[in-house]
């Protein structure tokens, strides 16, 4: 097409070739977009998608591309469709321009095309189409067409997406609901699909199963297409049946579905019978559970003939299933066992399977699995099968002395990383029985030499040490090991140390120097606190009561057994609820990886902000020529140069001046923009509540301290509606405005509600620090679930900043003059490093923490030091405590030098925390 | 639910990318590129983008976009098919040498997305062949959109099947008077049935049905059996006019027992599980186990099915191994084949796993060919027709070099390839296919069965 003269060895002249090529490239496709032969159109519009997609730059081409959108031909509209969903956000004045066309073809006699103008509609996030689109889409979802009414339903989600007010003025939801009752299938699947999605978004039950609902969805299972099936399985396993009859009557009618050929089918199948299963309880309905059981087996085995994806899925739900109803697969254990040729990632998958569902009964041929296993190639998995037969010793008493037996053939084997593995778990098998398999060790220590891994190494050391009564030359072993001392991994010094001073107690005569040796090592010439605390803990006992000692090092140690790998069975709950979805795949709660879309934060309001920040910058460097006028005039050195300082004025203010957008951001009377977020942390787990999970944190919301709470109800199966709330007395003098707390409406299970309590100072709650010692900034709380009569506490740190009252920024020259009165001894220093990149300009510092109500004073570049600048700011607290603070930058390095002068020396450290915290988020 | 689907090409660049919602931004397609150096933890990635393409996609994405290839090409085979990277996960897939990925933000059915991306596959198999390759998906792009748009709204799946796909969306060679009216077609597109359109007409209706049958079989060095199993699958491809109800039935045990009285009882199969086309009716299934369904025009895969019990082993294999010293071995293999006199297997190969440091062999074997082959460390012995109830033998002498380190021999399982046509190994056939039309037309049905070798593995 271009023109081949262009490309020549031409030298200087190249580049003006290449670009009339481009502009001749672009012109003959637009001639091509206005041609009136529609092939030719075709072509142009595919020409122009393909240079899209490689990442050119066609956006000059819209009003081009857009005509050809006024066609009959469908081929010719998807294409100019899939251009303007491309460049609908970088064009959104342009994208206007569609509009008509949109709203004309979403009335089209052909039903595709209806379907189209909808679909596409939806996907473009322009608020200005939003607005129009509402109309053509109340239309579409009564269209008589199915195909144009499924694509509705989809399309109500996208717009929940962009307007969910828009959505609810509208009454699209009840629509939705219609939509479930459709005589079309694909319909019904898209519509559940549809309020499932809002549902989730918006935290509340849209979806609202009622019993007709209920009878349209078990009908629609059957007819719809297998997507369709999944998403009603997936909105059948969040509701609850009233009774158990319900959910039998329910579990009949989806136990087909484990025939499915799509596994996403089966497994939703299988989460819902499985959550249906606990409403059925056991008593009168044993005998159904029982057939569900056997019922369940076969299509959870079959799974594992699928594509390894599949079995990959299907195996992590296995384990969680297994866990729960351990019964399902008690028999199946043989399914389990590796194929030569597995995926890695299923081959360990299945061993975790086996692990724990090996009982008494098979564990002869499980073991002879593991040994054949653990002659394989890949080492992780040898590893992984050596430990799995420690793990079948440690849970099964009557088969250990087998699997030792089979251990130390492997050990025979002398490869090295086998024989490490083997260490570490004999160490465990001897936890769990001891004084019952000691002979063994004479064995082990016949492979010392091969030990080169810090765990393999810590746990032959522990058992030296353990049964150093029993080893004839532990002290020589020993010895070996303290040669490299310190070179060795922590975890290795730590069992080296406890190992000799056991030897020591049972053996005291020959190990003196030995123990004398080690504790030096650890005491004086190791830098690893752990170590030294540890090693003085020793020579103290020794050195004071040998017998205490012997009480405390040679003292009985708790058995341990096989529950490493069980989950905590609350977590187990909420896992099991969750099968057949990411959340089983990777053993956590949903709240810990999904993370809510915050709406209005993304696009345009972002750009809004960089330039603000753009403008910054540029009053900035303005202001850095001014400033080092001055300062060449000024001359003088550290702190007491302020004299330059108050010459600055005129300029500093000036600053402030040129950032005229500054009071809308910060100053404005409607405070709620400038408000900061709390900066919450998960205070108390749900296992010590009662199943309630609770996150605080600390906000000043217009002048008044404020405690926010996330209530998270994990697993309580009583609703949260009302606690009640008290403070004991702290640094701060806090306590609760009002001491309840009401929930409305109540949190459910796997529901949360964030609640926030106003705190107000009250002198009486005061505790003073001791004389001398920093304030503490642990704030105790007590809380009482009303509705349970469960009490339960937590502690929080305060977040001092929040009492920054608005009044705090003082006049320069009180400022000086505070500053040079304050005693050096009242002067706090630190330095913060690994500062996010905004925290590195003072304008942006100045700007955050003018939201916290922290006052920049004034700012200077350090004299003779190239890039340094120096910031000074104020604080008061609403309690009346002035803070005053120099943060040191220099430009380049992520750190700031942070000085702070107080004369309530004791909450200093508080504030300085403040700062530290408010710099690093 | 899926926020974009792209697809990779071995090199990390995106070759095709769908975005379907707004939690995880559009990535400039080929804006960067990543060159994994040598095999070790070193690599560089140069980004080409300019100004004008960083408008396209915002940093936090693109970043961990990369570091998803990252992960990829680093760890070649990587951990798991599902990485977690900043609360986005990753799934994906292998297609030759391109990766099929999704991407969300949302605690999505892990096994939909996989399903979906399988289905996906399928469906551009269906349209650019089974091989296709990276150009064939360049040389089509506004196809796959197309087809990408169509078969996913929203992050939702939508009709993936190939048959109605093809009856809108077909190469951009629009021909008007073969497509039928939009409204038929929306019907078809969103009906009960989608898999199959009216108005189909054969002169001559057939039906072809394969039973194919994998054998997994798993014998200790002791000559126990760990595990042996059969896996099937029922093929049909069907030339039926109309809309034809089909009957089909197995000679599944719990079937017959319930339907011979008494008397004559021939002994059906026991099927453990299976699974069937979305074709089948599940739900008369569940009631009284008839397989019942409409079926789509062409080849399909009815069911597939799983037997575990009284599995007819068409091998037996006796291996032999003798190591002596470090510098020889000796492998005996006695191979015996287990079915009747009038058929025979085809394609058989028999891999001998022997020592890496193997240096020289001697080898005897009855019939077929064997010989070394150092790349596969392994005796290789083709045998392409084996007659039933034959007995042959291998006989292997080898010399080993001494190596520095001696280490033990990791003895690999001895491997079995072949098929057995007009056998199945789990004793399944066909009793019957009933085919129902209005018009009442005749239909000829041709039965064919074929068992291979799934894992078929001998440890020694």
């Known amino acids: ?921 | 639910m899926i926020s974009m689907i792209m697809v990779l090409n071995q090199k990390g660049e995106i070759m095709i990318s769908r975005q379907y919602r707004d939690d995880v931004s559009r990535v400039a397609a080929d804006s960067f590129r990543i060159q994994v150096r040598d095999s070790d933890t070193c690599f560089q990635y140069e980004t080409c983008s300019t100004a004008r393409h960083s408008r396209l996609f915002t940093k936090g994405c693109f970043v961990f976009v990369v570091s998803f290839i990252v992960c990829l090409f680093l760890t070649e085979l990587a951990p798991t098919p599902l990485l977690s990277i900043e609360n986005c996960s990753f799934l994906y897939t292998r297609h030759l040498n391109m990766y099929f990925v999704a991407l969300t933000k949302s605690n999505v059915n892990p096994a939909l997305v996989f399903e979906y991306l399988f289905q996906k596959i399928r469906v551009l198999k269906a349209y650019l062949g089974e091989e296709f390759d990276e150009s064939s998906m360049r040389n089509n792009m506004t196809l796959i959109y197309e087809l990408m748009d169509e078969t996913m709204d929203f992050g939702y799946p939508q009709n993936c099947a190939v048959d109605v796909l093809r009856l809108y969306i077909n190469l951009g060679n629009v021909k008007p008077q073969d497509e039928p009216e939009p409204e038929q077609l929306t019907k078809q597109i969103t009906g009960a049935i989608d898999w199959r359109r009216e108005g189909i007409r054969y002169k001559k209706n057939e039906v072809y049905i394969d039973v194919l049958e994998s054998v997994n079989l798993l014998i200790s060095s002791s000559g126990n059996i760990l595990r042996s199993e059969v896996t099937g699958k029922v093929q049909m491809n069907t030339k039926l006019t109309g809309m034809p109800e089909c009957k089909f039935g197995l000679n599944d045990k719990l079937v017959i027992e319930k339907e011979s009285t008494g008397a004559r009882k021939k002994p059906g199969v026991e099927i453990d599980d299976c699974t069937f086309h979305r074709c089948v009716r599940l739900g008369k299934f569940d009631a009284d186990r008839t397989i019942t369904f409409i079926p789509p025009d062409g080849e399909f895969e009815l069911m597939r099915y799983r037997v575990n019990d009284n599995v007819n082993l068409p091998f037996r294999l006796i291996p032999a191994v003798q190591e002596e010293g470090q510098t020889k071995c000796s492998i005996n293999l006695k191979v015996i084949a287990n079915f009747s006199e009038k058929l025979f297997a085809t394609h058989v190969v028999i891999k001998v796993p022997v020592p890496k440091n193997t240096s020289k062999s001697k080898i005897k074997n009855s019939f077929g060919r064997a010989k070394y082959e150092p790349e596969q460390n392994a005796i290789v012995w083709r045998i392409k027709r084996f007659p039933g109830k034959a007995e042959c033998m291998l006989s292997v002498d080898l010399e080993l070099v001494r190596t520095v380190r001696p280490k033990a021999w990791v003895r690999p399982p001895i491997n079995v390839e072949f098929q057995v046509p007009m056998f199945t190994a789990s004793g399944v056939h066909v009793r019957f296919l009933r085919v129902y039309d209005k018009s009442g037309y005749h239909t000829n049905r041709w039965v064919r069965y074929i068992t291979k070798a799934g894992g078929y593995q001998v440890r020694i």
């Not at chain 1, 509540?689 to 697993?715: C, H, T």
């Open chain 1, 1 to 921: 097409m271009a023109p081949k003269d262009g490309t020549p060895s031409g030298g200087g002249s190249d580049s003006r070739f290449f670009n009339t090529n481009k502009k001749g490239e672009m012109h003959e496709l637009r001639m091509e977009l206005h041609s009136t032969d529609r092939n030719i159109k075709v072509d142009a519009v595919k020409k122009v998608i393909a240079s899209m997609t490689v990442g050119k730059d066609v956006s000059m081409l819209f009003t081009d591309v857009l005509n050809c959108a006024q066609t009959a031909n469908i081929e010719l509209k998807k294409l100019v469709y899939l251009y303007l969903i491309n460049y609908a956000k970088s064009q959104p004045e342009l994208t206007l321009l569609a509009v008509n066309t949109f709203v004309k073809d979403a009335s089209d006699p052909n039903p595709l095309i209806r379907a189209l103008a909808v679909r596409t509609m939806g996907c473009i996030r322009v608020d200005r189409i939003t607005e129009y689109l509402c109309e053509p889409l109340g239309r579409a979802l009564r269209d008589e067409d199915p195909y144009v009414r499924k694509t509705a339903a989809v399309c109500v989600a996208k717009l929940y997406d962009i307007a969910p007010e828009l959505v609810r003025e509208r009454g699209f939801i009840e629509t939705l609901h219609d939509l479930i009752s459709d005589s079309n299938p694909s319909v019904v699947a898209n519509g559940v699909a549809a309020l499932s999605e809002i549902s989730e978004t918006s935290g509340r039950d849209v979806m609202k199963i009622s019993a007709s609902v209920l009878q349209k969805l078990l009908a629609a299972l059957n007819e719809c297409t297998e997507w369709g099936q999944v998403f009603i399985l997936d909105s059948l396993a969040k509701y609850t049946p009233a009774d158990a009859r319900e959910a039998e009557g329910i579990i009949e009618r989806v136990t087909p579905r484990l025939q499915h050929a799509n596994s996403a089918v089966v497994m939703s199948a299988v989460k819902v019978i499985l959550s249906y299963m606990d409403v059925m309880g056991g008593g009168a309905h044993a005998d159904s559970i029982r057939a569900l059981t056997r019922k369940l087996a076969p299509p959870l085995v079959t799974l594992l003939n699928s594509e390894p994806e599949i079995q990959y899925v299907a195996l992590r739900n296995i384990n969680l299933i297994v866990q729960k109803r351990p019964n399902i697969l008690e028999n199946e254990i043989k399914v389990f066992f590796c194929k030569y040729n597995d995926p890695i990632y299923v081959k360990m998958e299945k061993l975790e399977i086996i692990i724990k569902l090996v009982s008494e009964k098979n564990i002869d041929q499980v073991l002879l699995e593991l040994k054949e296993y653990a002659t394989e190639v890949d080492v992780d998995f040898v590893r992984k099968s050596v430990s799995a037969i420690g793990r079948c010793a440690v849970k099964l008493d009557r088969a250990a002395e087998r699997c030792i037996g089979v251990l130390l053939e492997l050990i025979q084997t002398k490869v090295n990383y086998v024989v490490q593995e083997s260490v570490i778990v004999i160490k465990d098998i001897f936890r769990r029985y001891p004084n019952r398999y000691e002979s063994i060790i004479a064995t082990l220590c016949d492979n010392l030499d091969t030990l080169d891994e810090p765990q393999a190494k810590a746990a032959m050391i522990w058992i030296i040490g353990e049964y150093a009564e029993r080893i004839d030359n532990a002290d020589e072993l020993l010895d070996a090991f303290l040669e490299t001392f310190e070179e060795e991994d922590p975890a290795v010094q730590l069992q080296l140390l406890t190992a000799t001073v056991k030897c020591f107690l049972k053996n005291p005569e020959e190990t003196q120097d030995m123990v004398q040796r080690v504790l030096d090592l650890a005491t004086e010439e190791s830098d690893n606190p752990d170590l030294r605390d540890r090693g003085f803990i020793y020579w103290r006992l020794l050195s004071t009561d040998p017998e205490a000692a012997k009480l405390v090092v040679l003292g009985d140690k708790p058995v341990i057994e096989d529950d490493t790998f069980r989950l905590e069975p609350n977590l187990l709950n909420v896992l099991v609820g969750q099968i057949a979805t990411l959340s089983s795949i990777y053993h956590k709660p949903p709240e810990a990886f999904v993370v809510r879309a915050k709406r209005g934060a993304t696009g345009s309001d972002g750009m809004g902000v960089g330039d603000l920040g753009d403008d910054i910058e540029e009053g900035d460097e303005e202001e850095y020529e001014d400033d080092n006028d001055v300062n060449r005039g000024g001359g003088g050195d550290d702190l007491l140069d302020i004299g330059g300082l108050s010459m600055n004025d005129n300029a500093a203010s000036s600053n402030y001046g040129n950032l005229g957008l500054e009071p809308d951001m910060f100053g404005a009377p409607t405070p709620s923009v400038a408000e900061p977020e709390a900066r919450m942390s998960k205070v108390c787990a749900p296992e010590k509540s009662g199943g309630i999970e609770l996150w605080a944190g600390f906000r000043q919301v217009q002048g008044a301290v404020k405690l926010e709470l996330d209530v998270r109800n994990i697993s309580s199966n009583v609703p949260v509606s009302t606690l009640a709330i008290q403070l004991n007395k702290n640094s701060f003098g806090l306590s609760p405005a009002a001491q309840q707390i009401m929930c409305n409406p109540p949190i459910p299970v796997g529901g949360s509600g964030r609640h926030s309590v106003e705190l107000v100072v009250n002198p009486a709650m005061l505790v003073q620090a001791p004389a001398g010692q920093p304030a503490s900034p642990q704030i105790q709380v007590a809380i009482k679930n009303m509705t349970t009569g469960l009490v339960f506490y937590f502690a929080v740190n305060f977040a001092f900043e929040v009492l920054f009252s608005p009044d705090g920024a003082l006049e320069r020259a009180t400022f000086i003059e505070s500053w040079k009165s304050i005693d050096d001894k009242k002067e706090l220093y630190g330095t913060v490093s690994d500062l996010p990149p905004a925290s590195t300009d003072i304008d942006q510092v100045a700007a955050k923490f003018k939201a916290h109500h922290i006052f920049l004073i004034a700012r200077r570049p350090v004299p003779n030091a190239e890039g340094q600048e120096v910031a000074y700011f104020s604080m008061r607290t609403t309690t009346g405590m002035v803070f005053m603070a120099e943060l040191t930058f220099k430009k380049g390095v992520n750190a700031a030098k942070v000085c702070l002068k107080t004369e309530q020396i004791a909450y200093g450290v508080q504030a300085k925390v403040a700062l530290e915290t408010l710099l690093r988020s």
